[in-house]
């Protein structure tokens, strides 16, 4: 119960964070941050914050890497977004020395080819097309303070690039985590925390999951409250059936009408 009062304690501060940068006001850059990450989360909704054993968990909440079963883990994914755009994600964790943790997520958002207007040649087929382009490379370590409470952060590095024009920023995330019980878990991650020339969508995360086997089967129920200084709080549901942790039925939802399913 004294590390609970920890996690509580700690994300009443980050959280104020979250209203400070109200008032700094305008739509945040880096939208592409917001999405989620991992076929797993997708089909959960965008339930993340204590969805373990993934590598694509450090994205929601930094201090997952502590709680994978295994000692290394490697994921990669191709999603199409709107339009023309495509988004890769290539993501890493490794433990060394039995409890620090370290990880990596590369992301690449590819928006297309745009044809360059003016008002002297509207239909663009005179001129060379342009491109715009993200990039995020990040960098976590997380690291357990008991058995059962675990703690973490991501570095990531910026870039926006339109056209022969660039930018250039860093992000922080920081997380925790706490098992309850053997099948209750708790988090919160604060993310995006912003160095760059524009708002980044600085977001507050708190979750929960339940988890109870039945010989050959698993079931997990997963729930996650986020705030951005955007938008109302949006809430993330899901949950998932294993059968000898090879075969998986997912189910998600979540306040903003996107439903998922896997």
Not at 139 to 165: A, C, H, R, W
Not at 197 to 204: A, D, G, V
Not at 243 to 251: M, P, S
Request: avoid cysteine; proline fraction near 2%; charged fraction near 15%.
């Amino acid at each position: 119960k004294k590390y609970f009062m920890y996690i509580l304690f700690i994300l009443l501060l980050l959280n104020i964070n979250i209203y400070a940068e109200v008032l700094q006001g305008g739509r945040s850059s880096y939208e592409y941050l917001r999405l989620p990450v991992g076929g797993s989360s997708y089909a959960l909704g965008g339930a993340g914050v204590t969805l373990k054993n993934t590598s694509f968990g450090i994205s929601y909440n930094p201090a997952l890497s502590s709680t994978n079963t295994d000692s290394n883990n490697i994921g990669l994914m191709y999603n199409f977004w709107v339009l023309d755009s495509r988004i890769t994600n290539i993501s890493l964790t490794s433990r060394f020395f039995e409890k620090h943790n370290f990880g990596m997520i590369f992301t690449y958002v590819d928006y297309g080819t745009f044809l360059r207007r003016t008002y002297s040649n509207p239909t663009g087929t005179s001129f060379e097309p342009f491109y715009i382009k993200d990039y995020n490379l990040q960098f976590n370590y997380s690291i357990p303070v008991t058995e059962k409470f675990f703690i973490g952060g991501n570095m990531g590095f910026l870039k926006s690039q339109i056209d022969k024009i660039s930018k250039n920023g860093i992000k922080i995330d920081i997380g925790l985590i706490a098992d309850i019980t053997d099948n209750f878990t708790i988090g919160g991650s604060l993310n995006n925390i912003g160095f760059t020339q524009e708002n980044t969508p600085m977001i507050f995360k708190l979750g929960s999951s339940f988890t109870q086997t039945f010989q050959m089967m698993k079931l997990l129920f997963l729930l996650d409250l986020s705030k951005s200084r955007e938008d109302f709080i949006i809430f993330n549901f899901g949950s998932e059936v294993s059968i000898y942790n090879t075969l998986f039925f997912r189910l998600g939802y979540n306040s903003l009408n996107k439903l998922g399913g896997g």
